[in-house]
């Protein structure tokens, strides 16, 4: 999944012909001003199906005052920052209802912390994270789940998630990077179980188990 973020970053792309899109410009930079407007997928039957439909739908005439797909860019553009705006807008606010929540707990050990407000573990802050749990855990799942915590730490998920949650804020029109994001969370999850399980007999990963289903009971689908 980093490959694929790395890839959004990127300003430029690579042609492959073993890319369901080969071409490395798919769209030309130059469409919105095109007599012609087409795109260039490297795959012809694709190329053949949708060019006549974009080329009848947005292709402009001499008697338009403006080329109708500058129209249409210009309108996306818009609605793109709206919803950059909205995603990074919902982030913050979060953040400020966890820090409210977490404000009244109580020093464990270390960088550990009870807390009465919450119902599931997790960890808050980038330079100076923290880790948060409900103030009724009980003891013998209290080890397992700081195990599961502290394997987040150590494989620097409180950095990754949100530099992925930034990606997918810029990239929030795209079905497939939400595919991408969801698919991330989980394997960052099932990742961390496997590096903490994996010098565990039996019985203690059905503990482990027992003591992570716990504190997911009571959250919300």
């Known amino acids: 999944w980093g490959i694929v973020g790395l890839r959004l ?6 042609e492959s012909v073993l ?11 130059n469409i919105t001003i095109s007599s012609n407007p087409q795109i260039d997928t490297g795959v012809d039957i694709v190329n053949n199906v949708v060019n006549p439909v974009i080329s ?11 080329n109708p797909l500058m129209v249409l860019v210009s309108v996306a553009s818009y609605i793109w920052v709206i919803g950059l705006i909205l995603m990074v807008l919902y ?6 209802v ?9 020093l464990y050990k270390d960088n550990i912390y009870y807390c009465d407000n919450i119902e599931t573990p997790f960890i808050l802050g980038i330079i100076k994270p ?3 749990v409900p ?11 700081l195990e599961h915590e502290k394997s987040h730490l150590k494989r620097k998920d409180h950095i990754i998630k949100p530099i992925s949650f930034l990606i997918l804020s810029v990239d929030w029109f795209n079905p497939a990077i939400w595919l991408w994001y969801i698919f991330l969370c989980r394997d960052i999850e099932s990742a961390c179980d496997e590096k903490v399980i994996k010098n565990y007999d039996t019985d203690t ?14 959250r919300r689908m």
Do not use: M, Q, R
């Open 9 to 14: 970053c990127l300003p430029f792309s690579f």
């Open 19 to 29: 890319s369901l899109v080969p071409s490395a410009e798919t769209i030309p930079t």
């Open 56 to 66: 009848n739908a947005v292709a402009p005439y001499p008697s338009y005052s403006v």
């Open 91 to 96: 982030s913050f606010v979060s953040y400020i």
């Open 98 to 106: 966890l820090k409210k929540k977490v404000s009244a707990s109580v």
């Open 130 to 132: 923290k880790i948060y």
């Open 135 to 145: 103030s009724g855990l009980n003891e013998e799942d209290l080890e397992f789940v």
């Open 205 to 218: 990963k059905k503990l482990y188990s027992t003591a992570l289903l716990n504190c997911s009971a009571n």
